[in-house]
């Protein structure tokens, strides 16, 4: 179940695999044995290892994100981990720090969102589920539950976010009220963040 795909600068592929599988595809079609270093994650129902990008600087940084389902007691959360991707001799990922973990009501298996974008100025956006049986926690700004994240590299909220200073809310917010986030894009010319969410009975919805 191939999740997401974000090309190298050469050229080639990082693909992940729902099951927890991080891979590298040449650009004749090999595939790579799965990377060691990729984070434990929750593979069940619409869980596991979902986006994958590369940062801005990866020339320079060797940087990746992953976003994923993570384990956490009997059931998961959305999380988003950035590592070191070495490409000499076995491809592995090495310094993996997760920088930012969804607080909220535990998902059993459904809607995770995990789609990341990076911006110009180098933060991090990132979606996340209202995981289906806590929807209506999708208006509520004290908790990650549905809601667009915008975060540092580091995993801290920039000052500029539009509830940072706000009593009872999350700084890491930047919109709330979604479903099931799974398409993120920046417009090439107006710098617009366009997503789209799945919805209920076949009601889709472009923002």
Do not use: M
Request: aromatic letters at 6%.
């Amino acid at each position: 179940h191939p999740w997401a795909l974000a090309f190298l600068p050469d050229g080639r592929l990082l693909v992940t695999e729902r099951p927890g599988r991080l891979r590298i595809v040449s650009r004749d079609g090999k595939l790579s044995p799965a990377l060691a270093g990729v984070p434990k994650v929750f593979a069940s129902g619409q869980g596991g290892l979902h986006d994958v990008i590369i940062d801005r600087g990866y020339g320079q940084n060797q940087t990746i994100y992953l976003c994923y389902a993570e384990p956490v007691g009997p059931g998961a959360r959305t999380a988003l981990a950035r590592a070191r991707l070495v490409d000499a001799g076995t491809p592995r990922l090495e310094d993996v720090t997760v920088i930012f973990q969804q607080d909220g009501p535990l998902s059993h298996g459904n809607h995770f969102g995990c789609r990341i974008v990076q911006t110009p100025d180098g933060n991090l956006v990132l979606t996340t589920g209202d995981h289906f049986t806590t929807r209506d926690q999708a208006q509520n700004l004290g908790n990650h539950i549905g809601k667009i994240i915008r975060i540092r590299p580091d995993g801290s909220a920039p000052p500029d976010n539009p509830f940072v200073g706000r009593a009872g809310a999350k700084p890491e917010i930047w919109s709330y009220g979604h479903r099931n986030a799974q398409g993120l894009a920046l417009h090439p010319d107006s710098g617009k963040l366009w997503e789209h969410e799945h919805g209920p009975r076949g009601g889709d919805e472009v923002n």
